[in-house]
T-cell receptor, first 111, second 114 residues
């Protein structure tokens, strides 16, 4: 019940296209859902986050869509660029400390 | 640079040796977290501090692992009698209590146990 399931494991998108990564959770006590971007050899960087009282949040080219009834949330990257090539992690938290992480999605943007 | 810093960035050690890592959080953040990340996986929570108090420890944190945060500033993570299974990236993050749940990560310390 503590798991966060992330898909796909890897994703190849053409430059300018939309990248979509999905996550699902079971524990309805989760109340914070961030997405992190990680480049090789670097620590994760907070990209965007949402709380369950909001169905969508947009920051620049990045949008989180949240479906509380389905217990799913997704990251959309619009106009994907080669510089977006990285590993993306979804996560969830219910206690203001411990983040439960998905397994990650390796995104490759083809020029 | 006002981000989270970690030292050393890389550590190679022989099995059975002790190692210590340091994390300096963002200065106004009073919460500090340690995570472990193995290749191809998401980070796993190890422990967290609020100021100098260690409030939660994961079952992953065996008795060979100890973390401290004296005076509520920097933190150290020590691994005694290292094993090959300890090889991983050790990540530190910090956050501001009351400012939301946002955790900001350092660059990590890559540990290789030979």
């Amino acid at each position: 019940q503590q798991q966060v399931k992330q898909s796909p494991q890897s994703l190849i998108v053409q430059k300018g296209g939309i990248s979509i990564i999905n996550c699902a959770y079971e524990n309805t006590a989760f109340d914070y859902f961030p997405w992190y971007q990680q480049f090789p050899g670097k620590g994760p960087a907070l990209l965007i986050a949402i709380r369950p009282d909001v169905s969508e949040k947009k920051e620049g080219r990045f949008t989180i869509s949240f479906n509380k009834s389905a217990k799913q949330f997704s990251l959309h990257i619009m106009d994907s660029q080669p510089g977006d090539s990285a590993t993306y992690f979804c996560a969830a938290s219910m206690s203001n400390y411990q983040l439960i992480w998905g397994a990650g999605t390796k995104l490759i943007i083809k020029p | 640079d006002t981000g989270v810093s970690q030292n050393p960035r890389h550590k190679i050690t022989k099995r059975g040796q002790n190692v210590t890592f340091r994390c300096d959080p963002i200065s106004e953040h009073n919460r500090l977290y340690w995570y472990r990340q193995t290749l191809g996986q998401g980070p796993e929570f190890l422990t967290y501090f609020q100021n100098e108090a260690q409030l939660e420890k994961s079952r992953l944190l065996s008795d060979r692992f100890s973390a401290e945060r004296p005076k509520g500033s920097f933190s150290t993570l020590e691994i005694q009698r290292t094993e090959q299974g300890d090889s991983a990236m050790y990540l530190c993050a910090s956050s501001f209590d009351g400012g939301g749940y946002e955790q900001y990560f350092g660059p990590g310390t890559r540990l290789t146990v030979t």
